[in-house]
């Protein structure tokens, strides 16, 4: 990641995972009509994802030399959004962006409408995943506004090496969350005094307890959003026990220690490096160990484990990484051309067997490859695309860094942190219906079931 920033508490919205972490942007009119940029020269691509870069640069030279048409892929780390801002309120705007919070550009007018393009290219939009396109993801306004890339799964990644010497089957990963937890407790049990723990994250960046915190609640059917009120659900007792998982992880001492100073990339970079047994993360992972990392560790992947009892849910399969044309661009349709390019299927299936993760062109998703892991990222039952969540405006109150401080006290204010929590989300998600910003049928399910729901394009 993919999604994803020089502050803990940076962020967007509550879902805008960017590169692998939350980050904060502040949108302006102004910038999209501003002095556009020079009418030549390579399309400028803007983005934060830096573990296709190296494949999408292939890609690129492939299509120049097909078409004489030069791409300029820009990559930024954690400064991203406030790059991206620079870029249109300087006058200088790319041809093609990485959307970070749609609705605030789509008001912005920093994104072209790509309505008049996909109606020009017959079967194009249908080529995505169901819930690629509906209202508040992907349409805003009821206009269409950038195509999706990725439609990561979550996972997590293991040492098979490490299993093997902790007594372990690497064989058989831990399925359940007490498997789970002694998995964990095994390995560091083992291989502590040789500087290996049994699961590593690194929250500097508070973003990652969406993955090893709210995802793990997924599964005990827990969502941060409850479509059959209408409301958010911060409060779930699903939540509450992915939580307690961790809590009791870290008073088994199997956490790697001081992770609050390491990033997700540390944390990846100590994993490659064979000294965690466990480490979480998304379907992009796979390009960042083999590509960026290139590590010889013998890791392998798994689903993310399931209550003791049960699953009461599926774990959220995301649509992102959403790709359009800039409105002040002077060169649109060329920069259509570009992505028709990226996104036909037999690019996005290169994409997808080189390791880069889930896409969301369905048929891109073979699960066929030389390298490690690709087959086990694709979709199966256990994944759900969920419905979209509202876009509230950044809440001072970040559901991250909570979950971190539940867990950093044990769990021993967790009843209150979290009414706080799911008090400020619906307070604002209230305020913002009642403004007219947002209207709540629209992120409302009445029989909304996260084992039997299906997505549909809208």
Request: hydrophobic fraction near 40%; glycine fraction near 10%; charge should be negative.
């Amino acid at each position: 990641m993919p999604r994803p920033s020089s502050s803990s508490n940076m962020r967007l919205t509550r879902r805008a995972l960017v590169g692998g972490s939350v980050a904060l942007a502040v949108f302006g009119r102004g910038g999209a009509r501003a002095p556009a940029r020079a009418a030549d020269g390579p399309i400028v691509w803007m983005s934060n994802q830096r573990h296709d870069q190296e494949v999408k640069e292939e890609l690129f030279a492939a299509y120049q030399k097909q078409t004489g048409i030069a791409v300029d892929l820009q990559i930024y780390g954690d400064e991203y959004p406030d790059q991206l801002k620079l870029a249109f309120t300087s006058g200088q705007p790319p041809d093609i962006y990485r959307m970070v919070s749609p609705a605030e550009e789509v008001a912005a007018g920093w994104p072209e409408p790509l309505d008049d393009y996909l109606a020009a290219a017959p079967g194009l939009k249908e080529t995505f995943l169901l819930g690629s396109f509906v209202p508040n993801r992907g349409i805003w306004g009821g206009r269409t506004y950038g195509l999706p890339m990725y439609a990561p799964t979550m996972r997590y990644y293991y040492n098979r090496a490490l299993f093997e010497r902790a007594g372990l089957d690497p064989n058989a990963p831990p399925a359940t969350f007490s498997a789970f937890r002694q998995a964990a407790k095994q390995i560091t049990d083992a291989l502590r005094g040789e500087g290996a723990y049994g699961l590593i994250l690194g929250d500097k960046y508070t973003w990652v307890w969406w993955m090893n915190g709210e995802c793990f609640g997924n599964a005990a059917g827990a969502y941060a959003f409850d479509w059959r009120q209408g409301r958010y659900a911060y409060t779930s007792e699903g939540l509450k026990e992915a939580l307690r998982l961790t809590i009791a992880m870290q008073k088994d001492g199997s956490l790697f220690p001081g992770y609050h100073a390491l990033t997700d990339d540390d944390a990846r970079q100590q994993f490659a490096l064979g000294r965690a047994g466990i480490v979480v993360g998304g379907s992009w992972n796979i390009g960042v160990f083999v590509d960026e990392m290139k590590t010889t560790q013998p890791w392998d992947v798994a689903e993310l484990p399931r209550p003791d009892g049960g699953a009461l849910g599926r774990v959220q399969q995301t649509i992102g990484d959403r790709y359009t044309i800039t409105a002040a661009s002077p060169r649109k349709e060329t920069a259509w051309r570009v992505l028709q390019y990226i996104y036909s299927p037999d690019v996005m299936r290169t994409m997808h067997e080189r390791g880069m993760g889930v896409m969301a062109v369905a048929a891109a998703n073979s699960g066929r490859s030389q390298i490690p892991g690709v087959a086990k990222v694709a979709p199966t039952p256990g994944d759900l695309v969920i419905p979209p969540e509202p876009e509230l405006p950044t809440l001072s109150a970040d559901p991250f860094t909570v979950m971190q401080q539940v867990v950093d006290e044990g769990g021993a204010t967790m009843d209150r942190l979290l009414g706080d929590l799911d008090r400020a989300y619906n307070d604002a998600l209230d305020q913002a219906v009642a403004r007219g910003d947002l209207r709540r049928e629209d992120f409302t399910i009445s029989d909304f079931d996260p084992l039997t729901w299906q997505p549909r394009n809208g």
